[in-house]
């Protein structure tokens, strides 16, 4: 009875260790081809869920902040997550990392999304600063309706319409859509207005606008992100399908 109680005792240090060497900031990078990309996981422990995990990336490269991790898997010295909504999640599906963590402190291995896989090594470089998403807010009563306007990309023409609605609690919504060779209903997590700047997120599909508001002229004058490309849009309020 005595070594057995010993064992899981020992076990328990074991588990113990293993945590605190995953829980912390990892900085690194990972291989694409052609391109090196910088990259910032923060990995911790829900301290009100014991055993659950909780994670956040950044990639500056590709415009990912703080986004969160989902289908955290630790066992042993082999780590697993996903990136949740951001890097086109919803067209190729997730992007997934799974390494293993060496004796050197060192966590590497596959960076995998559509089929396509990249190295990834990545050292420790202090405490968890895990990013907790941003929480969308209420938008002013006269930013509430439908917004639209001309952008050009590529040589062709996209039209945008962003419809704002306020929810309560839950503060503002949107309908965003960009009509170029089709129709593109982009998924909005995010919409957030401090003073008279607007943005409007969608994660999934690195696409965003950031625009101030013209009370006087009646517009919202910014512009629409592509990932890395920022190009400028004017939106304009629309009623019954004509723009004012």
């Given at each position: 009875m005595r070594f057995f109680v010993v064992l899981l005792f020992a076990a328990s240090i074991g588990t113990v260790r293993s945590e605190n060497a995953v829980s912390g900031r990892w900085e690194g990078s990972v291989q694409i081809p052609g391109r090196e990309l910088n990259v910032i996981v923060d990995l911790a422990?829900?301290?009100?869920?014991?055993?659950?995990?909780?994670?956040?990336?950044?990639?500056?490269?590709?415009?990912?902040?703080?986004?969160?991790?989902?289908?955290?898997?630790?066992?042993?010295?082999?780590?697993?997550?996903?990136?949740?909504?951001?890097?086109?999640?919803?067209q190729m599906g997730p992007a997934r990392f799974k390494g293993e963590l060496h004796a050197d402190g060192k966590l590497s291995g596959n960076f995998v999304q559509a089929g396509n896989r990249a190295d990834f090594n990545l050292g420790k470089t202090g405490p968890p600063q895990v990013e907790f998403p941003p929480r969308s807010t209420a938008v002013d009563k006269e930013l509430e309706g439908e917004w639209k306007g001309d952008y050009e990309?590529?040589?062709?023409?996209?039209?945008?319409?962003?419809?704002?609605?306020?929810?309560?609690?839950?503060?503002?919504?949107?309908?965003?859509?960009?009509?170029?060779?089709?129709?593109?209903?982009?998924?909005?997590?995010?919409?957030?207005?401090?003073?008279?700047?607007?943005?409007?997120?969608?994660?999934?599909?690195?696409?965003?606008?950031?625009?101030?508001?013209?009370?006087?002229?009646?517009?919202?004058?910014?512009?629409?992100?592509?990932?890395?490309?920022?190009?400028?849009?004017?939106?304009?309020?629309?009623?019954?399908?004509?723009?004012?």
């Open positions: 422990q829900n301290g009100g869920d014991a055993g659950a995990w909780i994670g956040s990336i950044t990639i500056p490269g590709l415009g990912v902040k703080g986004a969160g991790l989902t289908e955290i898997a630790i066992k042993d010295s082999e780590i697993a997550f996903a990136i949740k909504d951001a890097l086109g999640a919803q990309l590529g040589g062709y023409a996209r039209h945008v319409t962003i419809k704002l609605v306020n929810r309560g609690a839950e503060g503002a919504n949107a309908d965003f859509v960009v009509i170029g060779k089709r129709t593109n209903n982009l998924p909005v997590d995010l919409v957030t207005q401090e003073g008279n700047l607007l943005s409007v997120d969608s994660h999934a599909t690195g696409l965003g606008f950031e625009g101030r508001f013209d009370k006087s002229a009646g517009e919202l004058k910014g512009t629409i992100q592509q990932g890395a490309i920022d190009v400028p849009l004017i939106l304009r309020r629309a009623k019954y399908g004509i723009i004012l």
